[in-house]
C-alpha cells in the first residue's frame, strides 16, 4: 500500500500544477460567486437560480477536471517514458492504476471542496433574505434543511466525479487521450439519460424488439449519474435523507470496483 501511496500523494501535487485545470477551477469560481449579483430578481426566483446555478456549476467544472485529468493520468506516463521506471520499481501495475485513480480523485475532491465552500459562503450571505419571505412577495422557503441538503449534493457530486475519474482513467488505458476523452463526455452524457432509456425499453412505447434490447442494455450497462444530482429535491424543499444517500454512496462504490477491475485487466494485459 505503501507504493500506492507515494504514486497517489506524487499524482495529486502533479495535478495542481497543471494550469489547464487551474483555469478551469478559477473560471468555476467566478461563476459560483456571480450568483450573488443575482439582486434583481424576486426572492423566490433568486434562491432557486443561486441554488441551481451553484450546484450545477460544480457538477459541471468538477466533470471538466475530472475528464480532462482522468485521460492524462496514464498516457503521460506513457508518452513520457517514465512509466516504465516506476514499474521497473517493486511497483504492480494494479499498485500503479490504482494509485493514479487515487490521486485523480484527490485531486478533483479538492477542487470541488473549493467549489463547494465558495458556495457555502455566497448561499450563508444570501440564505437570510430568504428566511423569512412574505407570502405576497414570494414563497416561504424552509430553511431548516436547506444546508444539509447542500452538504449533501456536494457530497454526492465527490461521489459522481469518482466515478468519472474511473471511467476517464480506464478509457484511457484502451484508447488515445483525446478519444478517451470523448468517450468519457459522451458515457457522462449519455449517462444522464438512463432513465429515458428504460422508457425507450418498455413494451408499451410500441418499438421494435432490437431497439428495445438495445435500449435496455443501455439502462443497465451506463451508470445512472442522474441520481447524483439533487437540485430538484433541493428546490422543492424537500429532505434528502441519509439513507438515500447511502443508496447512492452504494452504486458510485460499485460503478467505481466494476471500472477498477476492469482497468486492472486491461492495463495488465496491455503493451507499455
Request: with cysteine.
Amino acid at each position: 500500500m505503501r507504493a500506492t501511496w507515494l504514486i497517489a500523494k506524487a499524482t495529486f501535487h502533479e495535478a495542481w500544477r497543471r494550469r489547464f485545470l487551474n483555469a478551469i477551477l478559477i473560471f468555476g469560481i467566478l461563476i459560483i460567486g456571480s450568483s450573488w449579483s443575482l439582486a434583481y430578481l424576486q426572492p423566490g426566483a433568486e434562491l432557486k437560480m443561486l441554488i441551481d446555478i451553484g450546484l450545477g456549476a460544480i457538477r459541471f467544472f468538477g466533470m471538466l477536471i475530472a475528464i480532462f485529468l482522468g485521460v492524462r493520468l496514464i498516457t503521460e506516463e506513457v508518452e513520457r517514458r517514465t512509466i516504465h521506471t516506476m514499474l521497473a520499481k517493486p511497483v504492480t501495475r494494479g499498485q500503479f492504476l490504482l494509485g493514479k485513480f487515487l490521486g485523480g480523485c484527490a485531486t478533483v475532491f479538492s477542487n470541488i471542496g473549493l467549489m463547494g465552500i465558495v458556495f457555502y459562503v455566497v448561499f450563508a450571505i444570501k440564505a437570510p433574505q430568504f428566511r423569512n419571505l412574505a407570502p405576497e412577495e414570494g414563497p416561504a422557503y424552509q430553511m431548516v434543511y436547506m444546508y444539509g441538503n447542500i452538504a449533501k449534493a456536494i457530497g454526492l457530486s465527490f461521489l459522481e466525479m469518482a466515478v468519472l475519474v474511473g471511467i476517464a482513467v480506464i478509457a484511457s488505458t484502451i484508447l488515445s487521450w483525446i478519444m478517451a476523452a470523448i468517450f468519457s463526455f459522451f458515457i457522462y452524457f449519455t449517462g444522464q439519460m438512463a432513465d429515458f432509456f428504460r422508457e425507450l425499453a418498455s413494451p408499451e412505447r410500441g418499438g421494435g424488439t432490437v431497439s428495445q434490447i438495445v435500449f435496455s442494455v443501455l439502462y443497465r450497462v451506463l451508470p445512472h449519474f442522474e441520481i447524483f444530482d439533487m437540485r430538484e429535491s433541493i428546490l422543492q424543499d424537500n429532505y434528502v435523507p441519509w439513507n438515500l444517500l447511502g443508496m447512492v454512496g452504494a452504486q458510485a462504490i460499485i460503478y467505481i470496483f466494476i471500472l477498477l477491475l476492469i482497468g486492472y485487466v486491461v492495463f495488465n494485459r496491455k503493451e507499455v
